[in-house]
């Protein structure tokens, strides 16, 4: 049965900062635990993006996770997706997302343990400015 993270973690979703939207969803005491690991991969799209509407990222682990979200530090509200993963499931998730410009994207997995483990890539979003003839 899905969770709706809108109606109970509200705050995370009007969370403009990382750790505003981090804290919200996971409490200050599991957010203590997020480290980075080499088990978590996020790939998103190398050199500059020309489409920023659709940006093409994937996220794979070999970490048995409970939750697997998703935050960038660029558009208005931090936190981007948040997954539940069934048990004994291979985590492998290619999704779209939209990005204003240039920024880091984070996906932050919740262990079975409770430990945060997370990976975090820049993405280069081309800008164009307004050309007059």
Do not use: H
């Not at 809108?6 to 969370?15: E, G, L, N, Q, T």
């Not at 979200?69 to 936190?79: E, G, P, R, W």
């Amino acid at each position: 049965m899905a969770m709706d993270y809108r109606k109970y973690y509200s705050k995370a979703w009007a969370s403009s900062s990382l750790d505003d939207a981090a804290m919200a969803l996971y409490g200050r005491e599991k957010f203590s635990t997020l480290k980075k690991s080499k088990d978590v991969r996020l790939t998103v799209p190398a050199g500059i993006v020309s489409d920023r509407q659709n940006i093409a990222i994937t996220i794979d682990a070999t970490i048995e996770a409970k939750t697997l979200a998703i935050f960038q530090d660029v558009n208005k509200t931090s936190l981007v997706a948040v997954f539940n993963v069934a048990e004994q499931c291979a985590l492998s998730y290619e999704i779209y997302i939209r990005m204003e410009r240039k920024g880091t994207l984070f996906a932050v997995l919740e262990g079975l343990d409770g430990t945060l483990y997370y990976d975090r890539k820049y993405v280069d979003i081309l800008t164009l400015s307004c050309m007059a003839a």
